[in-house]
């Protein structure tokens, strides 16, 4: 039946879209997370980003007392230059609605290459737009405590 195969079909798709963010982000709960956004956005911006060799996910991972460290070069709007996404740690046990923001906030930076999107010129606020047109608006209290 047609319907029980787009079920299929959707599940393969997330299961090597689970083993992509795997390759970044050790299995647990971040990963878990980072698969909803990356099935949740739409399929061109998705391909997009993971047929990139320049889009990366890290986790950074900060250790008490001895600060941190994180190297990569900034996305150009020409294209030019890394796509990483760098996210905390903190996003696998913060509050999900918040975590999924953060994230598909980050993701829109790289789809958008940190530009503006359609007529919006500020980087932070296309981003903002574009991971709400993904369903993944700021939460409300924004502080992503449960
Ligand atoms: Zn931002």
Redesign the pocket.
């Known amino acids: 039946m047609a319907h029980e195969e787009s079920i299929t079909t959707r599940g393969v798709e997330q299961q090597s879209v689970r083993r992509y963010v795997e390759r970044f982000v050790e299995d647990g709960n971040l990963a878990t997370r980072i698969t909803t956004v990356l099935c949740a956005i739409d399929e061109g911006s998705r391909r997009d980003l993971m047929m990139d060799p320049r889009f990366r996910i890290s986790v950074d991972l900060i250790v008490p007392g001895t600060g941190r460290q994180v190297w990569m070069s900034c996305p150009h709007p020409n294209g030019g230059g890394s796509r990483s996404v760098v996210l905390k740690q903190r996003l696998a046990v913060c509050g999900a609605d918040f975590a999924h923001y953060v994230i598909a ?2 993701l829109a ?1 790289a789809c958008l290459r940190n530009g503006g999107w359609g007529g919006i010129e500020d ?2 606020e296309a ?1 903002d737009a574009l991971a709400a047109k993904w369903g993944f608006a700021r939460p409300q209290d924004g502080t992503g405590n449960k």
């Open positions: 906030h980050e930076h980087a932070e981003a």
